[in-house]
Each structure stands twice: as C-alpha cells, then as structure tokens.
C-alpha cells in the first residue's frame, strides 16, 4: 500500500507488502467464515423455542422514574511506565452524581508502582477495590444522611475476582476483596440502594445455561442477537445461575477448548476435579458459611436489554436488597439514558471524568526525579526507561 494509492482524507502510513498481503488474507478469511448456520440455528432456538416459550423476553417499560444515581468508575494511562525498578501508572478513580437536575462530581488517585509480572492483573484489582470502597463511602453518607442515594452504578461486574467461584486465602493479598464486597453489600441492604453493575467487556456464556450446554458466542452477541431493540430479559440469579453454569463450563466449554480431537482422558480427570472444588467453593461463598457477609453475592441478578436506539445488548448485574425499585424500572431508567455509545449517560460521563493523559506518567516520573534530594545513582537507575524506544507513547506533559 503506498502513499499515493491513498485518496483525501485517507490516514497515511507505510504497510510493508509482506505484512499487507498477509492482513488481506486473514481478513478475507474472516468474512468468509462469518456467521455459520449453526449459530443462526442456536439463535432461532433461544428465540422462539426458550425466551419466548418462558416468558423472559419483554418490552422495557415506558413509565421513567426521575433517580439520584450516582456512577462510579476509575482509569490508567496504557501502556503503563516500564521502568528497570517496576512498572508504573497513574490510577485515577472517581464518581459523578446526578441528583435532582445538577451533577456531583469528585476524583481522586494514586502513583502505583510494582515490581511483578502481571501487571495488569494487579492494577486492575486495585481499581476495582478502590472503586467499590469508594461506593461504602457515598453509601455511609446515605447512611448518616448525608446524600440522597437512590442506585449506585459501578462500571463493571459487582464481585471481584476470584469471587463468586472462590474465595481468597484469609491473609493473603486478596483478603481485601471480601472485605470490601462484604462491607459494600451490607451497605446496600442496610439502605436500601440498588447497586448496578453495566459490564461492558463481556466474555461470559452464561446464557448456556438456558439451553444446557456450552454457546459458542459470549452474552453480550448472544443477547444482541436474540433481542429486539426495547427489550430485556432476566437470565436469573447467581443463585440460580452459577452452579448449572459451573458443571457446563467444565463439563463442556473445557472440554472443547482443550481437547480440540486429541485424547481426552487427562483432561476430563483435571476438569472433573474442578468442577468438584468449583461447587464447594461456591457453596461456601453463598452459604456465608466463613464470610457471612458474601451470602449476598447469590441474590444478585444478571440481565440483558437492547436500546431502543439500536446499540447492542447491555449486559447487566443489579443487587436489589429493597422492595421500593422493581427490575423492570431499574432496567427502564438505565435504557432511558442509553447514549449512543450504547451505555449509560452516567458512565459514559464518569469515563470521561476521571480518564487521564497517557503523557501525565513521564511527568510523575519527572517529580520524583526532580524531588530527590541526593540523586543517587541507584534512584536514578531503578527510574530509566526499561525500553527507550518506546517513549514516544509518554512524551514529556509540562508542568
């Protein structure tokens, strides 16, 4: 592809010719495959032969409640700062409210620097806690009165992994996460405030277990596939869903991923093996059998509803502890406010409320350099770049 076979307004870059033909390629193989009848085929049975034949399908309601509802959310400049003494970023995390017609804002954050491998592991955690701690926050505000809360909404999934299926080891470096689950839940029951998880990157198949075996496709196709624009379904509880869920991933999705035609004994022993410890772990989790306060985690409810403005499906998980919201209106308010992004007013302003400038991470790594005293060469060392060339994704941000 060179320069001159682009028109006006193209976007010019050089392609190499052998890395060109092979993007063609794969690309032509990607709209070759498409869509197979076998899907289409799973489509029409979940549509007509299981939604509709139990009634899970309906039209989002018409009557909108006016919410005080605050949305919660935190970012990190990507790629982080890989420096010879760790890998480090900005974590920004922050809420906006909309209470009675005008906006509530607050953000704060945190330098964090991390000498470990997964990275990316360990600073999503982080934003997770800090986004759900700061959730206890505005509900103990509620709590004292505070704030007039009517639904807290968190970007993402409620619980935080390795919860439901699991629970981490008491003292090790995840205990926080019952903790703050724990307290979180609590608060929400003791006030009586939905708590509502939009999940945007969505990779579970949990809608499998409505037809009993493992879906080739993740919810959110499946869901934008099956549903009609202005419309939602409840898939159930984590209650209901996780343990038929759990025998199916492992009994099938596993099998299939792992096997691919060749032997399977070995496989079927270890899934089989984890299926067993995946029904007690969960048992434990929603029994409260050691952490009273993860019982909770079972009465939370996953649903799916497609804009009327004709985005894809949104996946949802609403923890409602009190009578004076129902589901439907919970789902109504939320496709109400539906932007074109295909989200929520409130999370899309949240997003860009606390998003940060990749370019603010050689400026933090500037302030500590500038603010050492002594300037010692192994200071100096554990900050230099691990890989100069790539610092032209951080160019300096001046003060």
Known sequence: MLPSDYGPGDIEFWIEPPLLLSIQSDVKEILDKGMDSRVLSIIRELRGGILE?????????????????????????TPPLELIGGVMTVLSYGYVGYLNGSYDRYMTGEVVFEDVGEFERVITRKAQIRERELAIRLL??????????????????????????????????LARVTSVIGNLLDLSARTGTPIIGVVKRVRSKFLSVLINRCLPMNDKLIASLTLNNGEYMVLGSYGDILPPWIQINYNDCELRKRCNGKECDGVRELMSRRLSEGLVNIEHVFSGSTHPGLKMLKEVIVAFYKPRNGSPAVKLEIYNPSDRFNIEELITYLESQTTDTGYPFLIDRVDEYVRLDPRILDYVRSLIIKGSKDLNPALLTMLQLTNPQKAYLVKRLEA
């Open 53 to 77: 034949g139990r009634g899970l399908v309906r039209n989002l309601g018409s009557s909108i409640r006016a919410l005080n509802a605050y949305a919660i959310d935190s970012s990190y400049p």
């Open 140 to 173: 103990k505000d509620k709590l004292k009165g505070r704030r007039d809360i009517d639904l807290v909404i968190l970007d993402g999934e409620i619980p935080i992994h390795p919860l439901p299926y699991n629970l981490p080891v008491e003292g090790g470096v």
